[in-house]
């Protein structure tokens, strides 16, 4: 408390400084500030990586930071605003003028805007792979200019897989970077690091949130090299996250192993119910045995989330929307990974894709969330059920 010699508007505002009497919690103190108070002069001008200014983050981003090291099995994490800004922010810290890039064509919408809109525009031409091409054919047919292969496996709306190992394999021998978009695999099922991709990207919005309430995404990485160019990355570009969400994001974390074991059950149970109905072509997921990319499902991951997709029988725009419109337990949304079920058509978000498999109808996409898998049957046999009466 400063002396009696101050007046009352000085005294109120250095009243309570350095009070802190933090007790120990189980999750970190939130700390809310912009401005870091440094010890002396000397410390104003670090030509160290010392802590100066609250956008490099503060205890609970730290605390957040260190938890998805350990969930990715990774030496570095930035964190980002979004799961998208992690995407787009990883790119601009890597990318220059003159590169290429190779990107999966089943990428998020998203990212692929960015990179048609805002790579191409910085002049990094940008090339659309199909995900099932081979990884000899992938890499031995890239340019010398191509600096960055991204993937996304399972593609989140049409679930292909892709031999992310082999591609990483042949690209770093190459001395190309790779990126997996592991949103799907949200690093517990899947550590893209473990299996040679240099940079693992997730949207933590997704499954390590957990509860449709918040946007954050990272980039976990174990090159120093990397980790140097992300946080530089992010620095130049100015994003930061709040600490009261880096906290609601750990909090989210501690149970996502919970959840995401009961996501993949209840999905695997659902996606094997569809596949026997007769309103259903094909149901694509890849932890179900006999589904496309099985086999490397198998090889790569220890278990699966709740997000998967499947095609109807061929049939009018207006029976898939009497599909939606009849469920009462799934929302209609984009987003995934959330506790609750959501569905969505996919058909108009394909049409941007440069190859164009035929799924055999109209393309769904569920997330299955932790409610009873038996009552999520009965909202879909009700939909089926609405879906064959204005399939004609
Ligand atoms: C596969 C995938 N990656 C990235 C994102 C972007 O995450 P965010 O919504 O946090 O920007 C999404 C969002 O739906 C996604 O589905």
């Known amino acids: 408390m400063p002396g009696k010699t101050t007046r009352t508007d000085t005294r109120l505002i250095r009243a309570g400084h350095g009070a802190g009497r933090a007790a120990k919690t189980v999750g970190p103190a939130v700390q809310r500030g912009s401005t870091v108070l440094l010890p002396n002069a000397a410390s104003l001008y670090p030509t160290d990586d010392r802590l100066t200014y609250g956008r490099q983050g503060l205890s609970a981003q730290f605390a957040l930071q260190a938890a998805l ?33 190779l990107v999966t064509d089943v990428i998020y919408k ?21 995900p ?61 690091l473990d299996h040679g991709i240099d940079i693992s990207v997730q949207a933590l919005t997704k499954y390590v949130a957990g509860h449709s309430d918040v946007f954050m995404g990272c980039a976990a990485t ?21 600490g009261e969400e880096a906290y609601q994001v750990l909090r989210g974390l501690r149970t996502l192993p919970t959840r995401l074991t009961r996501h993949g059950e209840s999905g695997l149970t659902v996606a094997a119910w569809l596949r026997e109905r007769p309103e259903v072509v094909e149901v694509f997921h890849p932890a179900l045995p006999g589904a496309r990319g099985h086999d490397l499902w198998l090889r790569d991951f220890t278990g699966a989330c709740g997000l998967f997709g ?25 987003s995934w990974g959330g506790f609750e079920s959501l569905a969505i058509s996919c058909d ?22 932790l409610e009873d898998p038996q009552d999520l049957i009965a909202d879909l046999a009700l939909g089926l059920g609405a879906y064959a009466a204005h399939a004609g």
């Open 69 to 101: 090291a350990e969930l990715e099995n990774a030496k570095a994490v930035t964190l980002y605003p979004s799961g998208l800004a992690a995407l787009t922010g990883a790119l601009l810290a890597i990318l220059k003028t003159g590169d290429e890039v």
């Open 222 to 242: 174990n090159s120093a090299k990397l980790a140097r160019e992300l946080e530089d990355g992010i620095h130049n570009l100015g994003w930061a996250v709040a």
């Open 310 to 334: 499947f095609a109807l029988q061929p049939a009018p725009d207006a029976a898939v929307d009497a599909f939606l419109d009849e469920l009462s337990l799934f929302g209609l949304g984009f």
């Open 132 to 192: 099932l091409q081979s990884p000899e054919e992938l890499v031995g047919g890239a340019s010398d200019a191509v600096r960055v292969i991204l993937m996304e496996s399972p593609g989140s709306l049409s679930f292909e897989m892709q031999d992310m190992t082999r591609v990483a394999e042949l690209a770093r021998a190459r001395g190309i970077l790779t990126i997996a978009d592991n949103t799907w695999g949200a690093g517990y099922l899947y550590r893209p």
């Open 110 to 130: 998203p990212t692929r805007r960015f990179c048609d809109h805002v790579l191409k525009r910085f002049g990094v031409t940008v090339r659309y792979f199909d």
């Open 348 to 369: 108009t978000q394909l049409k941007v894709r440069k190859f164009h498999p035929d799924y055999g109808g109209p393309l769904i996409r569920l997330h299955i969330g």
